[in-house]
């Protein structure tokens, strides 16, 4: 009888609620709030920072690095203006700014491309990695500003400060893309360009299913080996989420051939790439599995003259931050002339355009 | 320790260096894993491998303790 005199002073609609809420919750993630921790930051840091004090060999490796940054500074010489100020976010060893003082690819006699640029704001981790090519000639023919981030998630700058923002090769370490972007988006002057690229999708996919192999015949399972990697169907997504207008998103496979998988793995450390999946096995791949991943790989993937393929499938993506004056793109069904037409005018006349 | 003299002493390049020796078994093996990638399970092609580890450490045999 006790226990009912005591319901009796409980209201009637919390008693109905009671066994529900002990049972079922509600919750909301708020945009910004802490996501899935997948790489370790401290590990990346670390990596970057040992495969940066070994210059030589670090230098040895930036055959990737300066190939894509020098294609990253052709889609910024495709926009027709002068650029003062331009933040390259995640600079890596400055190769960027490096591949700005090349002319371009389109126009070798018009100097160098940095003439379109004025400051280079070089923003990186890794201290050793950003200043490893300071006393370099090539210094003194861009202006180039090395700063350090504290975190590689944050950005550290007035909104409305950078005329274009740049990133190449760093951006597939970040934890928490969507925040980046939109701060990205925060810092740059309306109607510029962010342009940026990274590793997704089948990157090194034949080391990926080689060690996969190797581990299921060896071990019996498989682990986490090489890092999960953003598609090219994700990128227009997280662009569009942070704001950017004007989207454009391409797709470039570099294949390289190394002599086996152990000048692959020495490569990607020397670059600082190792793995740095917090859910990673600790200590080194096991012997018995890299040698059978070795012979797997040269047999599954292999070419005919011995040597593996690796395939580095770079993301490259432009987006625009919002300007009431931006150009915008013509209404569906306003236009006046068939493409159809215009491209088989083009196949008939031998052309290419 | 100097970058010189560790990059000539690296174990990853006396490991790459046998492993290298061993084509023969080591494509056996390969050959044996491909026949049927999409079941493979533990063991599947120990025989192979057996043969190919015992090659690998013949053509190690200077180092061999350090192999586990």
Redesign the interface.
């Known amino acids: 009888m006790n226990t009912l005199s005591v319901r009796a002073f409980i209201p009637p609609l919390t008693r109905r609620c009671a066994p529900l809420c002990t049972t079922r919750r509600y919750a909301v993630q708020a945009p910004g709030a802490p996501t899935l921790e997948i790489f370790s930051h401290q590990q990346k840091w670390k990596q970057k920072e040992r495969a940066a004090s ?1 210059i ?2 670090s230098r040895n490796v930036d055959y990737l690095r300066d190939e894509v940054a020098s294609r990253l500074c052709e889609r910024l010489m495709d926009i027709n203006r002068h650029f003062p100020r331009v933040l390259d976010f995640g600079a890596n060893a400055c190769n960027i700014a490096r591949m700005l003082t090349y002319p371009s690819e389109d126009s070798p006699d018009a100097g160098p491309r940095s003439k379109r640029v004025g400051t280079l704001v070089s923003a990186d981790t890794s201290e050793k990695l950003l200043y490893r090519d300071a006393d370099l000639p090539f210094n003194k023919e861009v202006d180039v500003q090395r700063e350090i981030l504290h975190s590689c998630e944050t950005l550290p700058y007035e909104p409305d400060t950078f005329d274009a923002v740049l990133s190449s090769l760093s951006m597939h370490w970040i934890n928490d893309l969507p925040t980046v972007l939109s701060q990205i988006n925060k810092v740059l002057k309306p109607d510029s360009p962010f342009i940026g690229v990274m590793l997704g999708g089948d990157t090194l996919y034949e080391l990926r299913t080689s060690l996969q ?2 581990e ?5 399972g498989v682990s986490t080996h090489t890092s999960p990697l953003a598609d090219v169907r994700d990128v227009g997504g997280l662009l569009q989420r942070a704001g950017f207008n004007l989207l454009t998103v391409d797709v470039d496979d570099i294949i390289v051939d190394y002599p ?1 998988i ?2 692959l ?2 490569d990607l450390q020397s670059m600082g790439e190792s793995n740095a999946v917090m859910a990673m096995e600790k200590g080194p791949i096991q ?2 599995v ?3 991943a ?3 790989y ?3 993937h292999g070419n005919d003259d011995g040597s593996l393929p690796a395939t580095f499938r770079l993301i490259y993506m432009i987006g625009w931050k919002h300007s009431p004056d931006q150009k915008k793109p013509l209404e569906r069904g306003t236009g006046m002339f068939s493409i159809k037409d215009y491209l088989e005018q083009g196949k008939m006349e031998g052309g290419d355009k | 320790m100097t970058p010189q003299t560790r990059n000539l002493t690296r174990p990853i390049d006396k490991f790459a260096a046998a492993a290298a020796k061993c084509s023969k078994e080591g494509t056996a093996y390969g050959k044996c894993i491909l026949a049927d990638y999409n079941n493979v399970h533990l063991e599947k092609c120990g025989a192979e491998f057996m043969k190919l580890r015992e090659c690998f450490m013949v053509s190690l045999s200077p180092d061999m303790h350090e192999y586990h």
């Not at chain 1, 299921?216 to 019996?220: K, L, S, T």
Request: charged share 40%; hydrophobic share 40%; glycine share 4%.
């Open positions: 070994n030589e060999a192999l190797a299921q015949d060896r071990r019996g086996d152990f000048s793995m020495k012997k018995d890299l040698l059978a070795e012979y797997i040269k047999e599954l």
